[in-house]
């Protein structure tokens, strides 16, 4: 039987952080109410459950007075003799055709009650539809409703790489050297805990500056590539090293096969790594890598390299932090700058190209990239079984390839996204991929490049950070940033509001957050912000903005969406298993932190971040199944079905309640249970 866990007081630090925001309660109504086919349950604010019938049957009364043409009844005609029979025959042919006109006008009738029907039954559908939409929550700019909370403590790293240590409330920051830190330290790696706002100095056996790092299964961290030999450490650019809480030092494994800088990292399905993009040497225009590379944490010493599509490389030139996902097929998206695939990443096969980024619909002549150093960031929407798990893509700002002629161009105001629908059994592992009518683009309230996207556990994106203008990197040598402008507000992707309607605007930042910040979801579903180190001198016309005193910027600053002030609906985890396999039914029990009668209509995993340069590797949304349990405060939740839809790793439990949904805790899913012989 799986171990389970109770859920246990957090202490004072988990009374601080909710007392640090005004408490403000935000109703609405949440992912569960869309409408399926039939009878779909909405939740109103108050939990009152409203039935509503897409379609449905409607029979009327069909009722006789006795009197067919109204008024007076007449006597009848009496007929008889040769005369009569002459008349009764023709009565009868005038009989006869007057039935068979009765008879046709009867089915003329019925036709026109029928067309009235369907009429009707869309009229009831197409209001029932409008009556939806207009019930959702429609999160207009509310500065009450979210906001930015600096934290006390300064980090003794600039976090331009931050991942998520699982089972931890624990971030491990990564930097390229900055020269002055707050404790007059030389480290370029440690962990910042947020529950108790302490820095721990870790070291690290070589230059980890622009590496790609991921989660293991097991936990640990682990981070490939990045500089060469640089302000004493040695080069790191081929390194493959890892890092599990508790340690002292990040700890060398092997080298790859290829020297990289930018790469991306993934955890697949089988528990593997693919090592893929990045540079053989620093900066624009050196040597491309024909190869990427598959990694195995149970043969650590070596990987297996498969050939780059040349198409693809001729297209991307230098494939800097590919944009990569691992679909519910197992095989892989993978997109870089302006061009993208559907392949199977271990036997190198490039089964499908993605459709052309369509053009810009607010600048018509503008040709808008992704690729360093026109960052933009992406994300993969929430995975969901009543969807059939089907993936989209969305990739969020970016800028003109003309702005490395011209810095002062506006960044790209523009979101587009592709749904891509997959085939069943999802194990056919074939090409039968199809878009949906291809990329749809939105319209963000401000230009960004070098934005961050968080995905929310449930399925709204946060997106903040970067600027209106210019490009990641530096400006000279060790200057000042290419970018200008800093972007203070963050903005929120609502995908269950109709199209056009989804962007809003959120709180501001008082920090600049621009080339090498970073943000990760936290286990309170709050976002943890940081970095820049590059942030000392910019170009803004913002009055509020508040400079760090050194060009790298080591301030902390936690975000609150709008859901986590919603605190009368918020469910609280009591119970929960520590393991569960794919496809099991397990039970979890819940409360409410305020309401005892707080109902849950949802549940989502959510992978822990690990982020750089604008994408997090590792951002995975995946929700679960759910059944109502006759025990008072309990539910079945069903694990997704299998590995292709969320790899093996731990993952952060959020029980949902509409929109609002609770703090996590952490669970690990596998395909067996750990042996703990």
């Known amino acids: 039987m799986a171990q389970r866990r109770r859920a246990q007081p957090r202490g004072a630090a988990a009374l601080l952080l909710l007392l640090s925001a005004a408490v403000a309660v935000?109703?609405?109504?949440?992912?569960?109410?869309?409408?399926?086919?039939?009878?779909?349950?909405?939740?109103?604010a108050s939990g009152v459950q409203m039935a509503y019938s897409e379609g449905g049957n409607t029979t009327g009364n069909n009722t006789t007075?006795?009197?067919?043409?109204?008024?007076d009844a007449q006597p009848a005609v009496q007929l008889d003799g040769p005369a009569a029979a002459a008349d009764r025959l023709l009565i009868e042919a005038?009989?006869?055709?007057a039935a068979a006109d009765a008879a046709a006008a009867a089915a003329a009738a019925t036709q026109a009650a029928a067309t009235q029907l369907a009429a009707s039954q869309a009229a009831a559908a197409a209001a029932a539809e409008v009556e939806r939409v207009a019930a959702l929550p429609q999160w207009m700019p509310s500065y009450d409703t979210s906001a930015y909370t600096q934290l006390p403590e300064l980090s003794n790293v600039v976090a331009v790489h931050m991942v998520h240590i699982p089972g931890t409330e624990k971030y491990l920051y990564m930097e390229r050297p900055s020269g002055w830190h707050p404790d007059g330290s030389r480290v370029i790696a440690g962990t910042f805990d947020l529950w108790t706002g302490k820095f721990t100095n870790l070291d690290s056996p070589d230059g980890l500056f622009c590496a790609g790092h991921t989660l293991m299964s097991n936990g640990s961290v682990v981070i490939v590539g990045g500089h060469v030999e640089n302000a004493g450490y040695p080069s790191g650019i081929q390194s493959i090293r890892t890092f599990t809480d508790g340690q002292p030092s990040l700890y060398k494994v092997?080298?790859?096969?290829?020297?990289?800088?930018y790469p991306t990292i993934t955890l697949m399905p089988n528990k593997q790594h693919i090592i893929m993009g990045g540079t053989q040497g620093v900066g624009a225009g050196t040597k491309s890598n024909t190869y990427y590379e598959i990694w195995d944490s149970e043969n650590p010493g070596i990987t297996v390299q498969r050939l780059v599509s040349p198409i693809y490389l001729s297209s991307v030139k230098q494939n800097y932090y590919p944009f990569n996902f691992v679909l519910p097929t197992g095989d892989m998206f993978n997109y870089?700058?302006?061009v993208g695939w559907i392949m199977d990443a271990f036997t190198g096969e490039y089964k499908l190209p993605i459709p052309s980024r369509p053009y810009s619909t607010v600048s018509k002549k503008s040709v808008y990239t992704t690729q360093y150093p026109y960052t933009g960031t992406a994300v993969m929407l929430a995975l969901r079984p009543e969807e059939n798990y089907d993936a989209t893509i969305m990739i969020i700002g970016g800028a003109d390839i003309q702005a490395a002629q011209d810095l002062t161009m506006l960044a790209c105001s523009e979101s587009i996204s592709i749904k891509i629908s997959m085939p069943k059994p999802w194990a056919t592992r074939d090409n039968a991929y199809w878009f949906n009518g291809g990329w749809v683009t939105e319209q963000l309230a401000f230009p960004r490049v070098m934005p961050d996207s968080v995905l929310l556990p449930n399925g709204v994106v946060i997106v903040m950070s970067g600027a209106m203008r210019g490009l990641a990197g530096d400006s000279a040598a060790g200057g000042g940033s290419k970018a200008s402008y800093p972007v203070f507000h963050a903005e929120m992707y609502d995908p269950y509001l109709p199209v056009g309607s989804r962007w809003s605007t959120l709180a501001r930042s008082q920090i600049a957050r621009l080339y090498h910040s970073t943000s990760a979801l936290t286990t309170q579903g709050t976002i943890l912000v940081s970095g820049c180190d590059r942030c000392g001198?910019?170009?803004?016309?913002?009055?509020?903005?508040s400079a760090p005193p050194v060009k790298a910027e080591y301030r902390n600053e936690v975000f609150y969406p709008p859901f986590w002030y919603d605190t009368v609906g918020k469910p609280v985890l009591m119970d929960w298993p520590n393991f569960i396999t794919y496809g099991e039914n397990f039970m979890v029990m819940y409360a409410g932190e305020i309401d005892p009668n707080v109902p849950v209509t949802g549940a989502a995993l959510v992978a822990p971040s690990s982020t750089t340069h604008s994408f997090n590797q590792n951002q995975r949304v995946v929700m679960l199944e759910?059944?109502?349990s006759t025990e008072k405060n309990w539910i079945t939740l069903i694990a997704p079905p299998s590995a292709n839809h969320a790899p093996p790793q731990m993952y952060m439990l959020f029980l949902l309640n509409g929109y609002t949904y609770s703090s996590a805790v952490w669970i690990t899913l596998d395909n067996a249970p750990p042996n703990l012989d």
Do not use: F
């Open 26 to 44: 935000v109703q609405g109504l949440g992912p569960d109410s869309v409408i399926r086919a039939g009878t779909a349950r909405l939740q109103d």
């Open 65 to 71: 007075d006795g009197n067919l043409g109204g008024g």
């Open 94 to 97: 005038a009989d006869a055709t």
């Open 254 to 261: 092997t080298n790859m096969l290829y020297p990289r800088w």
């Open 336 to 338: 870089c700058g302006r």
């Open 537 to 545: 001198k910019i170009d803004t016309n913002d009055t509020e903005y």
């Open 626 to 628: 759910i059944e109502v």
